[in-house]
C-alpha cells in the first residue's frame, strides 16, 4: 500500500480488515518490522482515540512515533500556492511538507474541514498539498472528507460481532449535536460499507443531511428513523452538518436521538459510535451503559486497524 487516504487505496478490504484482526490476536508478530522507521503525526486538530491509537500500533511493530501538534506548537502554515505571504501566514505547506518527508518514513496527518468552503474542503485541497510535496507515504488520521482509520476499524468490529451466515443489517443513523460537525466519518462509513459488501446497508437521517452520493453509493436511504431501525443487527450513530446546504445545522429534533425506546424494534442491535459522543444529546446514557454498546471495544479496535495500515505500507 502506497498511501491510506480512502478505500481507493486498499487493494482488497477484506485481506485488510483480516491483517487486522491477526493482530488482534497477536499484537507483536511483526515487532521488528518497523525497526529504525518513524511515523510523524502531524495534528491540525484535537484527537484522544486517533492519536493514542496509532502511537501504540507503531510501537507494537517496532516503530517510533512522533507526535507535532502544529496547529499549537508549529508555525503558521499557507495552503495556497502564488500567495505573497505578508500576512499571519510564516511558513508555506511546500517546505513544511518536504522537510517532515526528510525526518519520517511516513507522514500521517489530521486535518478537519473549514465547513466554509464546499470546493475547498470536497478536494481535499490540505491533505493533498502534503501529499504533493512530502515525498513519503501519508496516512489520514482523518481529512475534510473521510476517516479512514475509523472506518477500517468499524468493519472490524462489526466482522467480529456477526457469526451468522447471513449478511447484517447495518443502518448508520444522523442523530442531534449542538455544534456543526463535519461529514468525514459518515462519508467514510458510507464509503467503506460499499467497498466492504458484506452488509445490507441502510442510511437514516432528517431531510437536507444527505451525503455527496460519491460516498453513500448504492446504500438505502430511509428518512423514517423508526422504519430504517427494524430488524437492525448494527446501529451506528453520528451527526453531521449538512452537505447540501453546506456545513449547516438543519435539525435539532431531539428525537432522533437513540435511546432503548428507538431500539426495541431492531434484533437486539449492537450500538456503535466513532467517539467521542455527547451523552444524552446523540445517544442516551441507558444506551451507553448497556449491553448494546460495543463503543469501547470499537475504540480498542482502532489499534488493530493502524497496525495494519502502518504494516501494509512498510512492507510496500
Ligand atoms: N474517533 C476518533 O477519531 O477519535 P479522536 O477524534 O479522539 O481521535
Redesign the pocket.
Known sequence: MKQFISTDDVPSVPRLVDIALNYKKDPFRDNTLGQHKTVGMIFL???????L?TQVAAKNLGMEAVVFNIDKEGWQLEMNDGVVMNGNTSEHVKEAAAVMGQYFDILAI?TFPGLKNKEEDYTEKYINQFIKYAGVPVVS??SATL?P??SLTDVITIKENWQQPHKPKVVMTWAPHVRALPQA?PNSFAQWMNAWGEADFVITHPEGYELDEKFSGNARIEYDQDKALEGADFVYVKNWSSYRDYGKILNTDSSWMVTNEKLKHTNAAKIMH???VRRNVVIADEVLDGPQSIVIQE?GN?VWAAQAVLSEILKG
Do not use: F
Open positions: 486538530n484535537p484527537s484522544l482515540r486517533t492519536r491509537s489530521r488520521l482523518e476517516h482509520l475509523q466519518v466513532c467517539l467521542p475504540a482502532r
